[in-house]
């Protein structure tokens, strides 16, 4: 399943693909993500945690980047893991492309997502909100992290991202699920402005 998003970062271009060079970084950014170990070679082992409807996943497997072209501002990053329960597998190759915006830096991001088992039992509309509401948050987090790092604070002193509260998450998606609805519903009945 592929799935396009984006967001917008209030930095120069050139500060925002630095910071993309530092993938510790950027994990502790995505809500319920963590990186375990750094294997060398541009590949780390990690976890990522998250709740879709009433089942929480927790897969661990490893992250490599596969390409990283500076002069395009875009990095690919190859991710495969397992649920800790055996409950299932996932696999996503995520493409990042960095364009300066007004303001900032725009980050485009198509993500090629494969999943088995529990979490594939969830629709396309599930599974897209959820990363919506997750993208979300890494933009933000993004942000505040690349703030503080112009402040002179170290990463030990910023706020680790939260992880990702099943809930709060769920709750996200299903208001965005629920906007989706109602604007099929009662689009087709809006009168017409003649």
């Known amino acids: 399943m592929l799935i396009k998003s984006g967001f917008e970062v209030a930095q120069p ?17 995505l809500p319920g993500a963590e990186l375990t170990q750094d294997l060398g070679g541009d590949k ?14 927790q897969f661990a497997g490893t992250a490599q980047i596969k390409e990283r072209d500076d002069a395009a501002k875009r990095i690919v990053v190859d991710a495969v893991g397992s649920d800790e329960k055996g409950r299932g597998q996932a696999a996503m190759l995520v493409t990042a492309t960095l364009v300066p915006a007004r303001g900032g830096t725009r980050v485009d991001v198509a993500q090629d997502l494969q999943l088995s088992g529990a979490a594939a039992q969830y629709g396309r509309g599930m599974i897209s909100d959820v990363t919506a509401v997750l993208m979300r948050d890494f933009a933000t987090n993004m942000q505040t992290r690349i ?12 706020d680790s991202a939260k992880s990702a509260s099943g809930f709060a998450i769920a709750l996200r998606a ?13 689009l087709p009945y809006q009168p017409n402005p003649s």
């Not at 780390?44 to 996943?57: K, N």
């Not at 002179?152 to 002193?157: A, R």
């Not at 629920?178 to 099929?184: F, K, M, Q």
């Open 13 to 29: 271009v050139d500060k925002v693909w630095r910071f993309f060079d530092d993938i510790p970084q950027v994990a502790a950014c």
């Open 44 to 57: 780390y082992l990690g976890t990522v945690a998250v709740r879709m409807g009433p089942v929480r996943l």
């Open 147 to 158: 703030d503080a790092i112009d402040r002179g604070l170290s990463p030990d002193q910023v």
């Open 174 to 186: 299903m208001r965005m699920a629920l906007g989706r609805v109602l604007r099929r519903f009662f």
